[in-house]
């Protein structure tokens, strides 16, 4: 080490370096990159009034689609599935 120099150096304060400005930069470099990381996926990010549906509301999606595919076929057949079957007047 030479003449003025601390071995546990200047207590975070170099003269030369502002911190804050710093920061700042490395907080928009990095909001930058997430906009282009979302641009590349083509990710959509939603806007404030806009709901998105979630997961519970894809989740009910898929099960009534495929529920109600599974039902018509069986309600519309179940007349021709069972020959023994006569209505009553």
């Not at 975070?12 to 979302?38: L, M, S, W, Y």
């Not at 806007?47 to 309600?75: D, H, K, N, Y």
């Amino acid at each position: 080490m030479g003449p003025g120099q601390q071995p546990w150096g200047h207590g975070n304060d170099v003269p030369h370096f502002d911190k804050h400005r710093h920061f700042r930069t490395h907080e928009g470099i990095q909001a930058e990159r997430r906009r282009q990381q979302r641009r590349a996926s083509g990710e959509r990010r939603m806007e404030s009034g806009e709901r998105g549906s979630g997961l519970l509301g894809q989740f009910m999606l898929v099960t009534a689609v495929v529920g109600f595919t599974i039902w018509v076929p069986g309600f519309l057949f179940e007349g021709i599935s069972r020959p023994g079957r006569k209505e009553e007047k």
